[in-house]
């Protein structure tokens, strides 16, 4: 244990400082004991790192990258990882690609408050298996000061963990909020049908935002407003109270007939409207609701599940409008779970590809870059737009795995249209939110990069407005990352979004996209004029570029060469085409 990392700080040291005190025990009667604790020699303490069967790692927190300084065989045996492949790395990677467990964020949020944490997640060995880990992080300092070091335990608990989802399972009640589990509200709805006359009224419950409460207040504080949402819908003398998933209500009740459904709604969206007292906090909720009613004879998983495809419409609604189900509604749900199936073979067998459309100097006319826009080349239907299938993809998360592969696609490219051309074109590629938020983009991005060959100033990042309402710390950071990586950083559709141009000081972007509204009609409207104006104005200022959007006539294009616009896209300089036809223009 004599070895020393590259900070020069011996392991010794590490051990001495505090790692002796994660393995306590219990108080010291006698005095010999008691020396032993305090000066366990550095042998043993080696010995019985290497014998534990716990994994053991230790990452410096000085260190841009909180390295990991130390692993023991444990550590090593449960990853599949050589002690040479995981010093000097950050044990994030042991997540994969699974960055949505909540359970990564308590780690995040432990890690940024320098705090000790412990939680159960799914992480992944070499051999890309995975293993449930019961982690425990805690911080120690060898200066006596500020944390310097990580301590984490780590356990394969994978065995625990599937016994216990059986347990979960084989019991009724839902762990957290004590209300029935989903299999057990199944039966209990049967039951109640086959027990009555009447029709049965069922209610599918959606907790608005759940994701920020968690984020903002803290996973303990998101699990006591779901004990209150649970206690509170108990209360209203509902038959039947389920939680159905992490956010997700349901309730059943015998009505004596189908007119009483609507007061029975509103009496139970009454009793969860009133603010919930949490941490010494009082949060406001909104929720959705869709309900179903259904005869003593309909299936029970069936009413379950057209309450939910009501949910689906309450919740896509502005103001979460209740919503009753509608046979509508079921064939939406239908094509919902078709269009998925479509997508996924489509990735498959490889439907998507983009066409790209030219980015004109305005001044000059020449072409100096493109914009890359998704088509889905269906078998039956044709060629579709991005229009009928992104916001399907977004919701299903299939957009990871299509912006994925669309960008690889994009930056090879690139790659190969700028071979040995004298002035470089620049490629826009959309990024969805969905996708900047749960993907490493800086990482995902570096790695593309260095894999196609392509220069990264030759790479623009089409982002909207939206992304910048979150103007979070972590948001500014990765932009920050990605913009050190080289690559360009575009707004998409300006203007369209968020009134507060704040951002554009706190960002580091390099362009703006002014959207086609306003360029469309541009000569016949004064207030359009004025604001394009000025958007060129303030971007001249701040020094990003401007590109104009949706130029079809001549007319606008010579209107923003006057107001100084350095760059447009639209109709008048080409169409989106494939990439045989956008190299015919060249
Ligand atoms: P967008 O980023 O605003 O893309 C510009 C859209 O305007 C394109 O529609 C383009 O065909 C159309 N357009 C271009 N010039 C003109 C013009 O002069 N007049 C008119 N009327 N329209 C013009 P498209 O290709 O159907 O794309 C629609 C939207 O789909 C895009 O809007 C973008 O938000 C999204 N999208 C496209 N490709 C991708 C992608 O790879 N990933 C993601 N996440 N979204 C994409
Ligand atoms: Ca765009
Ligand atoms: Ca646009």
Redesign the pocket.
């Known amino acids: 244990m004599g070895e020393t990392n590259s900070r020069g700080t011996s392991m010794t040291e590490i051990f001495k400082a505090g790692f002796g005190s994660l393995i306590r025990s219990g108080p010291a009667a006698d005095p010999r004991d008691e020396h032993l604790r305090s000066n366990l020699p550095e042998s043993i303490k080696a010995r019985l790192l290497d014998l534990s069967r716990d994994g053991v790692a230790i990452s410096d927190l000085r260190e841009k990258s909180m390295a990991l300084v130390y692993v023991n065989r444990a550590f090593q045996d449960i990853t599949g990882y050589s002690s040479g492949e995981l010093l000097g790395r950050n044990c994030r990677f042991l997540q994969g690609n699974d960055r949505l467990q909540p359970e990564i964020q308590s780690v995040r949020d432990a890690v940024a408050r320098r705090s000790d944490v412990a939680v159960t997640l799914k992480n992944y060995r070499k051999d890309g298996s995975c293993f449930w880990n019961e982690l425990h992080l805690a911080t120690f300092s060898i200066t006596g000061g500020e944390p310097t070091h990580y301590a984490g335990l780590i356990r394969n608990v994978t065995a625990g963990k599937a016994a216990a989802d059986q347990i979960a399972q084989s019991t009724r009640a839902d762990l957290l909020t004590g209300v029935l589990n989903r299999y057990a509200f199944v039966e209990d709805v049967g039951i109640l049908q086959r027990a009555g006359q009447g029709p049965i009224l069922l209610a599918k419950i959606d907790m608005a935002r759940f994701h920020d409460i968690n984020e903002g207040y803290g996973y303990d504080v998101g699990d006591q407003v779901l004990m209150q949402i649970a206690r509170r819908l108990t209360s209203t003398g509902a038959a039947l109270v389920c939680r159905t998933g992490s956010n997700d209500f349901a309730l059943a009740q015998p009505l004596r007939h189908a007119d009483e459904a609507r007061a029975t709604i509103d009496m139970m969206r009454q009793s969860l409207a009133p603010r919930y007292l949490v941490a010494g906090a009082t949060i406001s909720i909104r929720f959705a609701m869709g309900y179903v009613v259904g005869n003593r004879t309909a299936d029970a998983m069936t009413l379950v599940r057209h309450a939910g495809a009501a949910l689906h419409r309450s919740k896509s609604s502005a103001f979460l409008d209740v919503c009753a189900f509608s046979s509508e509604d079921d064939r939406r749900a239908r094509n919902r779970l078709r269009m998925t199936s479509e997508m996924q073979q489509a990735l498959e067998h490889d439907e998507f590809h983009?066409?790209y459309?030219p980015q004109a100097d305005l001044a000059t006319g020449a072409i100096v870059g493109a914009?890359?826009?998704?088509?889905w080349h269906h078998g039956l239907f044709g060629t579709q737009?991005?229009?009928k299938f992104?916001g399907h993809?977004?919701e299903t998360g299939l957009?990871l795995d299509?912006?994925a592969r669309?960008f690889r696609a994009v930056a090879d490219y690139a790659a190969r249209m700028n071979k040995d051309r004298k002035t470089p074109i620049t490629f826009s590629?959309?990024?969805?939110p969905i996708?900047f938020k749960l993907r490493d983009m800086p990482k995902f991005v570096s790695d593309v990069l260095s894999a196609s060959g392509a220069d990264p100033a030759w790479i623009k990042l089409?982002l909207?407005e939206s992304l910048m309402v979150d103007s979070s710390a972590e948001m500014l950071s990765i932009m920050k990352h990605l913009r050190d990586l080289g690559i360009g950083l575009s707004i998409?559709?300006f203007g369209t979004g968020y009134a507060n141009l704040r951002y554009l000081e706190d960002f580091p972007i390099t362009e703006i996209?002014i959207?086609?509204g306003f360029v469309?009609g541009l000569a016949q409207s004064r207030s359009k004029r004025v604001i394009v104006e000025s958007i060129i104005r303030i971007s001249r200022e701040l020094g990003f570029h401007v590109v104009a959007?949706?130029?079809?006539t001549e007319e606008e294009r010579a209107l923003l060469v006057k107001m100084k616009c350095d760059f447009g896209?639209?109709?008048?300089f080409g169409?989106?085409v494939n990439a045989a036809g956008f190299e015919l223009l060249f």
């Open positions: 983009f066409h459309q914009e890359a826009l998704l088509r737009s991005p229009d992104i993809a977004e957009i299509i912006g669309g590629f959309n990024i969805s996708e089409e909207t998409d559709d996209k959207d086609r469309k959007e949706g130029i079809e896209q639209g109709y008048l169409r989106p």
